[in-house]
């Protein structure tokens, strides 16, 4: 009984909680968003993704952006619903990047976002994703265009 106590309790906090320590549900990152990412490699640029989006694929993009990518979980910056944001909002420059936003994501191709992921975006804090292996790479590029797919027709942008 008491760990429902416990469990009830939080989630009356969570609503409490501080700005920044919780990703805000019906607001988005800045949309849209200039970037001074480097540009990936031609080679990389020309990448198209070779998985289907099946449902399998995709939850398993959600799982590792949620929980188990490594060095750590992708929510924690770009936030639970992929606006940019996570907790780390406030403490990093330049602001993750807003997957929800269509006007910005509707020009990046997938071969640049698998070479973010798998590199890094020097001059940012997105850190390397090396220990990923191929898949799940391109699973998570599968995961992260849905979120724009999902908020294409209002303030976001224009499908």
């Avoid at 992708?74 to 639970?80: A, P, S």
């Avoid at 403490?91 to 910005?104: D, E, M």
């Avoid at 994703?129 to 995961?143: C, E, H, N, P």
Wanted: with cysteine.
């Amino acid at each position: 009984m008491q760990i429902l106590e416990l469990v009830f309790t939080a989630l009356l906090l969570v609503p409490a909680a501080p700005p920044g320590l919780t990703d805000l549900p019906g607001h988005s990152g800045i949309c849209p968003q200039t970037r001074q990412t480097p540009t990936a490699p031609q080679e990389y640029l020309e990448l198209e993704n070779p998985l289907e989006p099946t449902e399998t694929n995709i939850l398993a993009g959600k799982t590792l952006f949620h929980f188990d990518a490594e060095p750590h979980a992708c929510r924690l910056c770009h936030g639970l619903s992929g606006n940019g944001l996570g907790i780390m909002f406030k403490a990093v420059h330049p602001k993750p990047r807003n997957f929800i936003c269509f006007q910005t994501m509707k020009d990046l191709p997938d071969g640049q976002l698998f070479w973010v992921i798998r590199n890094g975006s020097p001059g940012t804090v997105m850190p390397a994703f090396g220990s990923l292996d191929v898949d799940q790479i391109w699973q998570l590029v599968l995961y992260i265009r849905n979120f724009s797919k999902v908020d294409s027709t209002n303030e976001q942008g224009e499908p």
